[in-house]
């Protein structure tokens, strides 16, 4: 499915660096250069403490782990962008982001809410199952907004772009189930 120029095989448009805030991510304007390590989660670890694809680590001296886990809104490489999700109530890491342009598209766990409820009803064997499966999200470069990603979701944010709009109403096949 074709939703912008941008993928994630292509270099991000985000300079390299630390965004502490979301006004940071919206002007991409990092205000921090840190040693990073970006570590991929193996699936085993995501389901004993659940959260995101991408666990990343910082060797600078002063910078504590609370500081990366909850603090930072963001991370670029220079080749990627990472969103911690636990800035937009998605369990806590990082998530790649897919597809970038006025919106960025990113894969994500299960949110908080929605885990709470997995937790209640299906305890701890639930709630690790539920964190096995991603879920697409879609941030309105604009609004800063967050929402889960559905066709309805994804058609209003097409509608300003009539072109990509019906090459998407014409598709056959979505690639995505949430899409």
């Given at each position: 499915m074709l939703l912008s120029i941008h993928s994630v095989w292509a270099q991000t448009a985000y300079p390299m660096g630390v965004y502490q805030s979301m006004e940071e991510l919206r002007l991409k304007s990092p205000s921090k250069q840190s040693n990073?390590?970006?570590?991929?989660?193996s699936g085993?670890?995501?389901?004993?403490?659940?959260?995101?694809?991408?666990?990343?680590?910082?060797?600078?001296?002063?910078?504590?782990?609370?500081?990366?886990?909850?603090?930072?809104?963001?991370?670029?490489?220079?080749?990627?962008l990472y969103l911690n999700g636990f800035h937009f109530g998605i369990q806590f890491?990082?998530?790649?982001?897919?597809?970038e342009a006025t919106l960025l598209i990113f894969n994500g766990v299960i949110d908080n809410n929605?885990?709470?409820?997995?937790?209640?009803?299906?305890?701890?064997?639930?709630?690790?199952?539920?964190?096995?499966?991603?879920?697409?999200?879609?941030?309105?470069l604009r609004t800063m907004e967050v929402k889960k990603a559905n066709k309805d979701v994804t058609r209003n944010y097409l509608l300003e772009f009539p072109e990509i709009l019906a090459h998407y109403d014409n598709e056959p096949k979505k690639t995505h189930p949430d899409i």
């Open positions: 990073i390590i970006i570590e991929k989660r085993a670890d995501k389901a004993m403490v659940d959260g995101n694809d991408f666990k990343i680590t910082c060797e600078d001296e002063g910078v504590f782990k609370n500081e990366v886990k909850r603090e930072w809104v963001a991370y670029s490489d220079g080749d990627h890491w990082y998530c790649l982001v897919l597809d929605d885990a709470a409820k997995v937790a209640v009803l299906g305890g701890a064997i639930g709630s690790a199952a539920a964190s096995k499966t991603d879920r697409l999200y879609i941030m309105d």
